[in-house]
C-alpha cells in the first residue's frame, strides 16, 4: 500500500476569519469537513471569506464569469510581488497582465516540446553526475532550475551552465523547507544575473528565439518588465516543478512493480519512436496518469484565491461584494462527493472519465490557467522517464513523511530514496 502523506485539517469556521491565513494556512483555517461540504462561509468579519468546493460554482468563478471573479491582489502582491518585482505576470492587474500573458504564451508552444523533452533528458543525465540523487528534493530543483535556465530565461540548449547548479538547488531547498522565501529568491536572483550576464538567455522572452522554434509574437516584452518576469518564471516554475517530480518518484519508490510496469511502457515508447520525444511520451499513458495523480494528491498548490467584485450568490448563498473566494485545490482533490477512495493513490483512475472537469485544477483554470499547464507535463515526464531507465529505487521509511503548507505543499522531513543504477535501454542508448 502506497503511503501518501496529508494535511492535518483542523480549522473551523471561525478561523477562517482571516483572508490570508485561509489563504496561507489551509491546516490551521481549513475545516476538516470541507472535504465533505460545498461551501464554508466565514461572516464574523467586515470581509466575508468563503472556501467553494462545489465544482459547478468552481466553473462559474474561474472560467465562465472570470470577470466578476478577479485575482484576489492583495496575496500576490505579499509574496510574489514583493520578490519578483510589480511588473510580473503574478502581480498585474487585469489591464497589464494580458501583454504579458500574451508575450510568454509563445515560450510554452507545442513547437518547443521537442526542445523541452530533449533539454530535460539532457539536465537530467548531467544532474545524475554532478547532483546527489539520494536527496531526491534537491536532484529535482537542480534539473527543474536547469531545464528553466536552457529553456526559458538563460542558457541554449547547448550550453555547459556554468552557475552552481547543486549549490543553489540545495540552498533553495533548504530555504523553501525554513518557509524562507525572501532566502530562496535571493538564489533566483543569483540565476537572474547568470542568465543577463550571460548574454543570449534575455533574449528569450523579449523575442529572439534560440532554438528558431517560436512562432512570431505581436509585442515583445520589454525592460524592466523582462526582468522581472524572468524572476517570475524560475519562481513560478522551479519549485512547483521539482516537488511534483519528487513526490512522484518518492511514490514510485514505495511500489517495485508499478516502476517495473513504468520502466517497460517508458522504454519501448522510445523503442517504437526511435527517442524520447513528444511523440514518444504519447505512448506512455501509465507514466502520464501517474504523474496526474501524483499531482491530484499532492498539487503544490492548495488554493487559487478571487474576489467578488458585485453581491452574488453561490450555491444558493448571498455573498456580499468584496468577499475573499479561496478555492481550495487541495479539498477540492480529495472531496468526498468527487473522488471514489479519495485518498489511495490509484493512477489508473486517470485511465477513465473523472466525475467533473473542476474536481482536478493542478494548473487552477480559466484565464490564469498555469502557462506551463501542457509543457511541464511532457517535461516531467521526459525526466522521469530518464531516470527510470538508468535507475530502480526504494523509498526510505515512507510512512514518518508528513505534508504541511509552505508556499506551497511541501514535505515534513527529507525525502531521501536508495538508488541501484541500471544498465540504460532507452534513448540514452538509441541515440
Ligand atoms: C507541476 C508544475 C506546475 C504546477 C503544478 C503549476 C501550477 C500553477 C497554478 C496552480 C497556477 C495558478 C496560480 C494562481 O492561482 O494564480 C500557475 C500559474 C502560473 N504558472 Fe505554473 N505550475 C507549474 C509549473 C510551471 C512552470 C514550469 C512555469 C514556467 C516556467 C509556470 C509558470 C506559470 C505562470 C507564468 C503562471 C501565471 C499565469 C497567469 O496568471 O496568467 N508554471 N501555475
Known amino acids: ?9 483542523r480549522g473551523s ?17 481549513w475545516p476538516v469537513d470541507i472535504l465533505h461540504r460545498r461551501l464554508c462561509v466565514s461572516q464574523r468579519t467586515s470581509r466575508t471569506v468563503v472556501l467553494l468546493a462545489d465544482p459547478a460554482e468552481v466553473s462559474r468563478v474561474l472560467v465562465e464569469s472570470e470577470k466578476q471573479f478577479p485575482k484576489w491582489m492583495p496575496i500576490y502582491r505579499h509574496s510574489a510581488a514583493r520578490e519578483t518585482g510589480t511588473g ?5 492587474t487585469d489591464a497589464d497582465w494580458a501583454p504579458l500573458r500574451r508575450a510568454i504564451k509563445p515560450l510554452f508552444h507545442s513547437s518547443r516540446w521537442s526542445l523541452l523533452v530533449d533539454v530535460a533528458r539532457h539536465a537530467t543525465l548531467d544532474a545524475t553526475t554532478t547532483c546527489n540523487p539520494v536527496n531526491i528534493e534537491a536532484f529535482f530543483t537542480a534539473i527543474s532550475v536547469d531545464v528553466i535556465m536552457r529553456t526559458l530565461v538563460g542558457d541554449d540548449a547547448d550550453a555547459t551552465a556554468d552557475y552552481h547548479l547543486a549549490a543553489i538547488a540545495q540552498g533553495l531547498v533548504e530555504k523553501q523547507h525554513a518557509g524562507d522565501l525572501h532566502g530562496a529568491m535571493q538564489h533566483i536572483h543569483e540565476l537572474a544575473t547568470t542568465c543577463t550576464s550571460r548574454g543570449p538567455g534575455a533574449a528569450a522572452i523579449s523575442g529572439v528565439d534560440m532554438a528558431g522554434a517560436l512562432p512570431p509574437r505581436p509585442r515583445p516584452m520589454q525592460e524592466p518588465f523582462l526582468a522581472d518576469n524572468r524572476l517570475a518564471l524560475l519562481y513560478a ?12 518518484f518518492w511514490i514510485l519508490g514505495q511500489d517495485e512493480e508499478l ?21 514518444a511520451i504519447g505512448k506512455m499513458p501509465r507514466l502520464m496518469a501517474v504523474l496526474r495523480e501524483t ?4 498539487s503544490p498548490s492548495s488554493a487559487t484565491v478571487r474576489c467578488t467584485t458585485q453581491d452574488e450568490t453561490l450555491c444558493g448563498q448571498a455573498i456580499p461584494a468584496n468577499s475573499v473566494i479561496v478555492v481550495p485545490i487541495y479539498a477540492i482533490h480529495r472531496h468526498r462527493d468527487l473522488w471514489d477512495q479519495p485518498d489511495t493513490f490509484d493512477a489508473e483512475r486517470f485511465l477513465r472519465p473523472i466525475k467533473h472537469p473542476m474536481a482536478y485544477l493542478p494548473f487552477a483554470a480559466g484565464r490564469h490557467t498555469c502557462s506551463a499547464a501542457r509543457s511541464v507535463m ?20 515512507p510512512e514518518d513523511m508528513g505534508l504541511t503548507n509552505k ?7 527529507e525525502m531521501k530514496v536508495t538508488l541501484n543504477a541500471l544498465e540504460p535501454r532507452g534513448a540514452a542508448v538509441i541515440a
Open 13 to 29: 469556521e471561525a478561523t477562517l476569519r482571516s483572508a490570508v491565513k485561509a489563504c496561507r494556512l489551509p491546516e490551521q483555517t
Open 295 to 298: 499531482l491530484r494528491l499532492l
Open 1 to 9: 500500500m502506497i503511503h501518501v502523506p496529508k494535511l492535518n485539517l
Open 378 to 397: 511532457y517535461e516531467m515526464a521526459a525526466v522521469l522517464a530518464t531516470m527510470l531507465d538508468r535507475f530502480e529505487w526504494v523509498t526510505h521509511a
Open 237 to 248: 516554475g522551479q519549485e512547483t516543478t521539482a516537488l511534483t517530480m519528487s513526490w512522484c
Open 259 to 279: 516502476q517495473s510496469r513504468l520502466r517497460s511502457e517508458t522504454r519501448d515508447a522510445q523503442a517504437a519512436t526511435g527517442s524520447l520525444s513528444p511523440e
Open 407 to 413: 508556499l506551497v505543499l511541501s514535505p515534513t522531513s
Open 88 to 92: 510580473t505576470i503574478f502581480a498585474s
